[in-house]
């Protein structure tokens, strides 16, 4: 029986049910922390120290938390991650009921949780092709569900449930994203176990962390993959920085408007998702990965010369649908190709280079706002977008992805196993 027609795991509904509830009350968090932070204080540069620091765990700890996830129990980490955060959410949550919360306790709640979710997110990512027999095709399947319903609970559902619980009370939302959390621990706690990953683990921390890291930098369509969302975190942090001020100048438009241009960009987020898998098997991954990405370019494009929301709205909807396809499509391959016991590393040293490129991407965007025109960053970011699509279109051509997965496919009927590459 071929992947196409094989049924995703009994586990896999557990671990997609857990990731939902947990979603769920990051979107809640998402809301209700600047929110909290705003009842503290106005200071601007206060607030931005409670968001940045959510951020700084995986610039500094990125690399050495994949070492630590390549060594330690998948399974055991993320219940673990889950229920350290669970009972982290009660200290703010008891001090914002005694009236004693304060911007530093904020602030340190947030390194706290990026923490946890440095450990949760880069074990999940590992165990997943564990669970799934490293198949590319279920692989393909299972990150469009978790990627639309991650989408939607944090995007959709968790911002206004968390707006709203705050009204009850300040603690109220904390203790709801204690409640995910606490959920998601008990589900992840009943997955089936995995064989802890092997190799090199008589090595030191820091010499496996630089193997992993030597293991993307060396390989061109691991490389590939991983600048894609480095490169695409400069444009879209650029786009993001402006994009308020922009919709508001230049489009006419004013909060309520601006929320559904977000929407727009959320619901673009789903579709994208949910066509990944069909994108890759009538396009072959490779050619998907780079119409998706030169999509986003053009996308961007679009936003940048809109001269109204009707058109600006489209655009970033379409834009959405890229990414969405994008991280499915990329995620999937990672994790069909890179062998069990690096992947913890390889997972957290792309997603390190996506974080370390967000604070720059932010900080090129206000540049160029101020020193040009507001439409600037838009322009700039669409075209950084389509040079990374040419520069990358090699290096994840379909011809890459063929051989590399048939070189990480250990059994005689890979062929069969092989998703269409064109």
Not at 168 to 182: E, H, I, K, T
Not at 290 to 297: F, L, P, R, S
Not at 334 to 346: E, K, N, T
Request: contains cysteine; positive net charge.
């Amino acid at each position: 029986m071929t992947s196409d027609v094989r049924k995703l795991p009994t586990g896999f509904g557990r671990l997609w049910t857990a990731q939902t509830v947990s979603s769920l009350g990051d979107g809640v968090s998402h809301a209700a922390l600047p929110l909290l932070a705003l009842t503290l204080t106005r200071d601007p540069m206060a607030l931005a120290v409670v968001t940045a620091t959510g951020t700084l765990p995986w610039l500094l700890f990125g690399v050495l938390g994949g070492a630590l996830v390549d060594r330690w129990d998948r399974r055991r980490t993320m219940w673990v991650a889950d229920t350290a955060r669970a009972v982290l959410l009660a200290i703010p949550a008891g001090a914002a009921a005694l009236d004693v919360l304060s911007i530093p306790l904020l602030a340190c709640v947030a390194f706290l949780l990026g923490l946890g979710a440095l450990f949760f997110d880069t074990a999940a990512t590992a165990y997943l092709p564990d669970l799934l027999g490293r198949d590319s095709a279920l692989l393909e399947r299972a990150n469009s569900r978790l990627r639309g319903t991650q989408t939607a609970a944090s995007g959709f559902a968790g911002p206004p449930a968390g707006s709203a619980l705050l009204a009850l009370g300040r603690a109220v939302p904390l203790l709801a994203d204690a409640v995910s959390f606490a959920v998601s621990a008990v589900l992840v706690r009943s997955l089936p176990s995995t064989p802890r990953p092997t190799g090199g683990t008589r090595e030191s921390l820091l010499r496996q962390a630089r193997a992993g890291a030597s293991y993307v930098f060396r390989d061109q369509l691991l490389l590939g993959l991983a600048l894609r969302p480095a490169i695409g975190n400069i444009a879209f942090l650029a786009v993001e920085t402006v994009l308020a001020l922009f919709a508001h100048e230049r489009l006419g438009i004013g909060s309520f408007g601006f929320g559904l241009l977000l929407t727009a960009e959320a619901a673009g987020g789903l579709l994208g998702a949910g066509i990944a898998s069909f994108l890759g098997r009538r396009l072959g991954t490779g050619t998907a990965l780079t119409c998706t990405a030169a999509v986003e370019g053009l996308a961007v494009l679009c936003l940048a010369a809109a001269p109204n929301p009707y058109v600006a709205g489209p655009a970033l909807a379409v834009c959405g649908a890229g990414m969405g396809a994008t991280m499915v499509l990329g995620l999937s391959l990672r994790q069909s190709i890179v062998p069990a016991h690096l992947m913890g590393r390889v997972a957290s040293t792309s997603r390190m280079l996506a974080m370390c490129a967000a604070p720059f991407g932010a900080f090129l965007g206000g540049w160029l706002a101020t020193t040009y025109d507001i439409r600037t960053p838009l322009y700039t970011a669409a075209g950084l977008l389509l040079t990374m699509t040419a520069v990358t279109s090699t290096m994840t051509s379909n011809r890459r992805v063929q051989a590399a997965v048939r070189a990480a496919t250990p059994t005689d009927d890979a062929e069969d196993r092989t998703p269409f590459m064109g």
